[in-house]
């Protein structure tokens, strides 16, 4: 399957409910060869509206990490586990996760990224472990298959509870040098 075949079937998908209440799918963005691919949980409003995944408040403090640990958003992709806005922002239903989770497969086959970091405890879930402790296992590298894969929190959660910004700026700080021994390797 190729990129436009994928996103041409995720933007005419009717697999779920939320396909009635969506005003743009959002598929995805950024570098499509990215060794480093970010993937949270599900679209909010702000994405909803624009079909760019991370472009709300959460986003912009999401790009500030980015930028404090020296990660161009450019150079990386960024996804959700699903494509469309659940009603009023709320956690995206295990039934929802299946309905959507092969259109992120697919994505992950076609870019092929050394690294993926869940955004939160519901993609750290479903991609990680089921039991997956988000408080006590942020920023731990698991292997996965052909790729690492760690969990950090969530920047909607950060906004909530800014005591933990400093813990998400340590694992950010990880997640660089992680990236950078890439390409010493």
Known sequence: MTWQELEN??????????????????????????????????????????GIPFVGRAGKLFDKYLEAVGIRRDSVYIANMLKCRPPKNRDPLPSEQDMCIEYLRNQVRLISPKLIVCLGRISAIRLIDPHFMITRQHGIW?????????????????????????????DMKVVKAKLDALSVN
Request: glycine content about 8%.
């Open 9 to 50: 079937e995720c933007i005419t998908c009717r697999k779920c409910e939320l396909c009635k209440t969506r005003t743009n799918t959002v598929f995805g963005a950024g570098n499509k060869n990215a060794d480093l691919m970010f993937v949270g949980e599900a679209p909010g409003e702000n994405e909803d509206l624009t």
């Open 142 to 170: 698991y292997k996965k298959g052909s790729f690492e894969m760690c969990a950090v929190y969530h920047p909607s959660l950060l906004l909530r509870d800014p005591r933990k910004k400093e813990d998400m700026l340590t």
